[in-house]
């Protein structure tokens, strides 16, 4: 579904992401880890196309992404911080995106529901929590069913309820056979959904493993402990099989 | 003027006993009436074209148009030339006179003449309109006066008057000559309620011609305005000098004029309002200047002038002037840019007015700083000159600055 | 495209900066215009106004709105939309929002109070003014990453139009004053958006002034309606130039 080959982009001195090669397909669940600044943000923005690479090339489903701009039809994208525009209210953001992509029609609105958002509809963006704005953020990753999920650490800030929400929302979507890419240090959240981890360090990718084989290569049972482990040990090489 | 209505009934009352002459259009047939004619006459000349020129009336005529009767003079000489007292020519349209340099062509010439009357005709396309040539107590009225002459060298004026006394010019239109009205050793004169615009040079043009009265006048979209020169005693009032635009164009032109009156009157939209250059004694009182670049320009040269009672309003400038010596006098005037107080509330504004702005004198000094007027920057210089007065000419200056416009 | 203007304008109606900025433009027009009898006067007081308020708050207003929006710009930005169109979009939004405050806060009562060409030049002016000073703030926020060096920016060059440039002119005007040098300062004129938008008024209130000066250019400049159509085309420039620059500049930008 995403194939990266030899992904490269740096500001002035500081490579932020150093020849990845990457592929992801359908039904996978990617957790994509890292300390901070290691590139991950860097990685997925290149694929939103909001970070434009040095070199390198994305392709998804098979078209290359560099000039295209409708590809984004088939992401939902969370990001790490929602802000929006003040004065607006939620149910204006969601009626304007809904105008925005007119190209949809089937919309995915159990999100929405589950959240209870028609509630607060006409509350501003201003009046709103960090917890709410990023619930709002969830539902319109989700509100066009695209094919690829894209979320920046999705579930900071928000309550363990919706928090909880969220993560079976995500494993049905996956379950689906869409592609998820998530980012996350905290790490413990998605044991129950991840199916591989991309671990990148210094804008390098480190490994790209499933959840069993890493399980199966550290013999610890919870993913943090896993990545824990690899830390400690600093014996990644072997494990990568890109 | 009385004697001059006196006269005009007298002559209608000698006519009607007289015979009335009928004219139509034959070759020759005005010609060959005024040689029938004897004084007293009335020519009554019909509807028609009529190929004539030089026709000259030296009897005591009274020559009347019907419905305007066209004489043509074929662009090369001149239609009527009066030269009797007390002739009277009317309702007739005399067009396309003759040009040349040696002589000055006029559609109708009154030479040394008395109480000639002129009224009521259409002089269309003349180098001259009306030529009065040491004329006395002539009327000339109602005439309308146009032509095409674009170039100042070739064209002539519409009411041209040399070396005449007790001239009434009323009621005239006058347009596209080179100067509208022509004085020059004109005196005891009334011009009054005409209007003259869009001429190639002067709407009125005034030289060594005395005690002279103007009023009601319009004078508008001139190439240079009204020229008033090296006259004296001259009294306007009550006359509209409007919109006439350009380098070297005034409302009004004063130079070497002294004991005069300039009352009433309104300077609008002029590059300058009134330009003054060595005049004595003139009073500019109660007039609006308004919308002008500069209302007035005060030569150096000028003194004993007062200029009171004026309301200026809008004008770019106010007052410009060229040295530092001020030898006339600015009071209760209105300023609409004086922003000062007035505590006592006697409508008189407690601190003076400088009518001269530090911009006006920098302009003058670098035309190109022009294109900076009215920033911001231009602003703060005023306000600092305001207070600490370095370039302006600080006698210049109103002690006693209205609150409110005057009544005029 | 015309989605995200219709909401960011839904955004900015109610944005207090906005309201605060007209409720104060409208506060100075009514009583410039009302309390003198004397309108060609207070039409130069809103000149001043307008020559000063409107670049510097238009500038930094639309400024701080677009560093403001990053992030939404970016959420935006992952939907299926040209960034070209995103970028246009939001500024078609501030400067129609701002526009509209003008327009409100000066236009109406100054069609009120003294209705005639000279007005409507000055509404014209302010207008353009809004629209290049908006365009200005976006190519800051192109250029820019960081927010504070951003409105640091902003400011430089709003103070640089409004008074600097200014002075550098008359300094130079005074140096050289014994050149011909009206058609350099036709030139120069140009680079300054504000002092283009006073020329414009200045052509319909002072032309008899100008009239008066002998340079043959100026007067040909000054006199007659290219005075106005070159202002004009020149203020176009500077809302399309500064425009294209910054969608262009956009289009390599990371966010």
């Given at each position: 579904?995403?194939t990266?080959?030899h992904?490269?982009k740096?500001?002035?001195?500081f490579?932020?992401?150093d020849?990845?090669?990457l592929?992801?397909e359908?039904?996978q ?7 901070n ?7 997925i923005?290149s694929?939103?196309?909001l970070v434009?690479?040095?070199?390198g090339?994305?392709k998804?489903?098979?078209k290359e ?7 984004r ?7 790490q ?10 149910g204006q953001v969601i009626?304007m995106?809904k105008?925005?992509?007119?190209d949809c029609?089937?919309?995915d609105?159990?999100l929405?529901?589950l959240?209870n958002?028609p509630a607060y509809?006409n509350k501003?963006m ?9 619930k709002v ?6 509100l066009?069913?695209?094919?690829v999920f894209?979320?920046?650490e999705?579930?900071?800030g928000?309550?363990?309820?919706a ?8 494993a ?6 869409k592609?998820?890419?998530?980012t ?5 959240d998605?044991?129950?959904?991840a ?6 360090q ?12 890493l399980?199966f ?7 943090n402990k ?12 072997k494990?990568?099989?890109? | ?5 006196a006269?005009?009934f007298?002559g ?10 009928k004219v139509v259009?034959?070759p ?6 005024v040689?029938k004619?004897?004084n ?28 305007f ?5 074929s662009?090369?000489?001149q239609?009527l030339?009066?030269?009797a007292?007390?002739?009277v020519i009317q ?13 000055d ?7 040394n003449?008395k109480?000639?009357v ?5 002089l269309?396309d003349n ?7 040491n004329a006395t ?15 100042e060298?070739?064209g002539?004026n519409g009411?041209?008057a ?7 010019i009323q ?7 080179r100067d509208?009205?022509?004085?020059e050793?004109v ?7 005409n ?23 319009i ?11 090296y006259?004296?005693?001259?009294v ?28 009433h009157?309104?300077?609008i939209?002029n590059?300058v309002g ?13 007039n609006?200047?308004?919308d002008n670049?500069?209302a007035?320009?005060?030569?150096a040269?000028c003194s004993?002038?007062n200029v009171i009672?004026n ?10 002037t060229n040295g530092n010596m001020?030898m006339?006098v600015?009071?209760?005037n209105?300023?609409?840019?004086y922003?000062g ?7 008189i504004?407690?601190?003076p ?11 003058e000094k ?9 920033s911001l ?12 007065p ?6 210049l ?10 009544k005029l | 495209m ?10 900015l109606?109610?944005?207090k900066?906005?309201l ?6 409208a506060a100075?027009?009514v009583?410039?215009?009302a309390?003198g009898?004397?309108?060609?006067k ?5 000149l001043?106004?307008?020559l000063?308020f ?8 639309a400024?701080?709105y677009?560093?403001?929006s990053?992030?939404?710009i970016?959420?935006?930005?992952a939907q ?9 979009a939001?500024?078609s939004?501030?400067?129609?929002a701002?526009?509209i405050a003008?327009?409100?806060g000066v236009g ?9 060409l ?7 002016s302010?207008?353009?003014l ?5 365009a ?5 926020f ?5 927010k504070t060096?951003?409105?640091g920016?902003a400011?430089?060059?709003a103070?640089?139009?409004t008074?600097?440039f200014d002075g ?12 011909p ?9 140009s680079?300054?958006?504000?002092d283009?938008a006073r020329?414009l008024v200045?052509l ?8 008066g ?6 007067k040909k400049?000054m ?8 202002t ?7 809302v ?6 910054s969608a262009k500049v956009?289009k390599?930008?990371?966010?």
């Amino acid at each position: 579904m995403i194939t990266i080959e030899h992904l490269t982009k740096s500001y002035r001195k500081f490579k932020a992401l150093d020849n990845i090669n990457l592929s992801f397909e359908r039904g996978q669940a990617i957790s994509l880890l890292g300390p901070n600044g290691s590139g991950k943000t860097t990685l997925i923005k290149s694929i939103l196309g909001l970070v434009i690479p040095e070199s390198g090339t994305i392709k998804i489903g098979g078209k290359e992404i560099k000039k295209d701009w409708a590809y984004r039809s088939q992401i939902g994208y969370m990001p790490q911080i929602g802000r929006y525009p003040e004065n607006m209210t939620i149910g204006q953001v969601i009626k304007m995106l809904k105008e925005i992509r007119k190209d949809c029609t089937r919309f995915d609105e159990e999100l929405i529901e589950l959240y209870n958002i028609p509630a607060y509809q006409n509350k501003t963006m201003r009046s709103l929590s960090g917890g709410t704005r990023q619930k709002v953020s969830a539902c319109l990753a989700f509100l066009f069913s695209p094919e690829v999920f894209i979320m920046d650490e999705p579930t900071a800030g928000l309550d363990p309820v919706a928090s909880e929400i969220l993560k079976e929302k995500i494993a049905k979507e996956c379950a689906n056979g869409k592609l998820i890419l998530i980012t996350s240090h905290v790490l413990s959240d998605l044991d129950e959904i991840a199916s591989h981890v991309v671990y990148l360090q210094d804008g390098k990718l480190k490994f790209y493993n499933t959840i069993d084989e890493l399980k199966f290569l550290t013999g610890e049972d919870k993913l943090n402990k896993v990545i824990a482990s690899i830390m400690k040990n600093e014996q990644p090489k072997k494990l990568i099989t890109v | 003027m009385k004697n001059i209505i006196a006269i005009i009934f007298l002559g209608w009352a000698i006519s009607a006993k007289a015979e009335v002459i009928k004219v139509v259009a034959t070759p020759n047939g005005i010609h060959n009436a005024v040689r029938k004619a004897h004084n007293g006459d009335t020519l009554l000349i019909k509807k028609g074209f009529y190929k004539e020129h030089d026709i000259t009336i030296d009897k005591r005529l009274t020559v009347i148009g019907e419905n305007f009767p066209v004489i043509d003079a074929s662009n090369k000489y001149q239609a009527l030339i009066v030269t009797a007292d007390s002739a009277v020519i009317q309702g007739i349209q005399v067009q396309n006179i003759g040009n040349t340099s040696i002589i000055d062509m006029a559609g109708i010439r009154i030479v040394n003449a008395k109480a000639v009357v002129i009224k009521n005709n259409k002089l269309i396309d003349n180098t001259f309109g009306v030529y009065l040539q040491n004329a006395t107590r002539c009327y000339v009225a109602n005439n309308t006066i146009h032509s095409n002459h674009k170039d100042e060298l070739n064209g002539g004026n519409g009411i041209h008057a040399w070396h005449c006394d007790d001239l009434l010019i009323q009621d005239n239109d006058i347009s596209g000559h080179r100067d509208g009205i022509y004085f020059e050793f004109v005196t005891n004169s009334h011009i009054i309620s005409n209007r003259s615009y869009e001429n190639v040079r002067y709407g009125l043009h005034f030289m060594f011609s005395h005690s002279d009265t103007y009023t009601q006048n319009i004078f508008k979209d001139n190439g240079a305005g009204v020229a008033v020169m090296y006259s004296k005693h001259v009294v306007m009032y009550n006359n509209s000098f409007l919109h006439n635009w350009g380098d070297a164009s005034y409302g009004l032109l004063l130079k070497e004029i002294s004991d005069s009156r300039i009352e009433h009157n309104n300077f609008i939209r002029n590059t300058v309002g009134i330009h003054m250059e060595s005049t004595t004694h003139v009073d500019v009182k109660q007039n609006l200047f308004q919308d002008n670049g500069w209302a007035m320009r005060v030569q150096a040269s000028c003194s004993g002038s007062n200029v009171i009672g004026n309301n200026f309003i809008g004008n770019s400038f106010d007052v410009a002037t060229n040295g530092n010596m001020v030898m006339n006098v600015f009071d209760h005037n209105y300023w609409d840019k004086y922003d000062g107080y007035d505590l006592n509330k006697n409508n008189i504004g407690d601190v003076p007015y400088y009518p001269v702005s530090v911009y006006s004198v920098i302009t003058e000094k670098i035309p190109s700083t022009m294109i900076l007027y009215r920033s911001l920057l231009t602003d703060v210089m005023e306000q600092v000159e305001k207070v600490l007065p370095t370039l302006i000419p600080d006698k210049l200056r109103d002690d006693y600055p209205l609150m409110k416009k005057a009544k005029l | 495209m015309r989605t995200i203007i219709k909401y960011v304008l839904l955004d900015l109606i109610k944005n207090k900066t906005v309201l605060v900025y007209t409720f104060i433009l409208a506060a100075l027009s009514v009583s410039v215009l009302a309390t003198g009898s004397n309108t060609s006067k207070g039409l130069l007081s809103l000149l001043n106004i307008t020559l000063l308020f409107v670049p510097i708050i238009s500038m930094l207003f639309a400024t701080i709105y677009f560093f403001n929006s990053v992030e939404f710009i970016e959420l935006l930005l992952a939907q299926p939309i040209k960034r070209k169109t995103m970028l246009l979009a939001e500024y078609s939004g501030v400067a129609f929002a701002l526009s509209i405050a003008y327009l409100i806060g000066v236009g109406i009562p100054v069609c009120l109070f003294s209705y005639d060409l000279a007005s409507l030049t000055l509404i014209l002016s302010g207008l353009f003014l809004t629209l290049i000073f908006s365009a200005l703030a976006l190519v800051i926020f192109v250029l820019f990453k960081d927010k504070t060096k951003g409105i640091g920016a902003a400011i430089i060059t709003a103070l640089f139009f409004t008074l600097l440039f200014d002075g550098l002119l008359l300094s130079f005007i005074f140096s050289f004053s014994d050149y011909p040098i009206d058609q350099p300062l036709l030139g120069l004129i140009s680079l300054n958006p504000v002092d283009l938008a006073r020329i414009l008024v200045l052509l319909k209130l002072d032309v008899a002034v100008m009239m008066g000066y002998s340079g043959a250019l100026f007067k040909k400049f000054m006199g007659s309606a290219t005075g106005s159509i070159y202002t004009i085309f020149c203020m176009s420039f500077w809302v399309i130039i500064p425009l294209l620059m910054s969608a262009k500049v956009f289009k390599r930008k990371d966010l």
